[in-house]
């Protein structure tokens, strides 16, 4: 049986990288796992600042990291379309 942190980190993995994708927990489980790689030196904490990531991100984009890259592209899709005068 998984213990909370790894239970934690899975919910966060889904809510970083989107919850209405099927990609989106593969995209969220990169950062977590090279957080959670480069965290290790400071035990427990390193849930607090993964709280502080998810908070921050969902005040910029609550559509998760796939919405972020979504809208990016098509930012770039737009900008490409328009006609030079």
Known sequence: ???FN??????IMV???SLGTVLGPLIGAAPVQIL???LQK???WDLVIFAVVVI?????HV???AAFVHAGLA????????APT
């Open 6 to 11: 790894e239970m934690a980190k899975l919910i």
């Open 75 to 82: 930012r770039l899709n737009a900008r490409s379309k328009v």
């Open 63 to 65: 559509g998760g990291i």
């Open 56 to 60: 921050a991100l969902m005040r910029t």
């Open 1 to 3: 049986m998984a213990d």
């Open 42 to 44: 400071y035990g427990e």
């Open 15 to 17: 809510v970083l990288g």
């Open 36 to 38: 959670t790689t480069y």
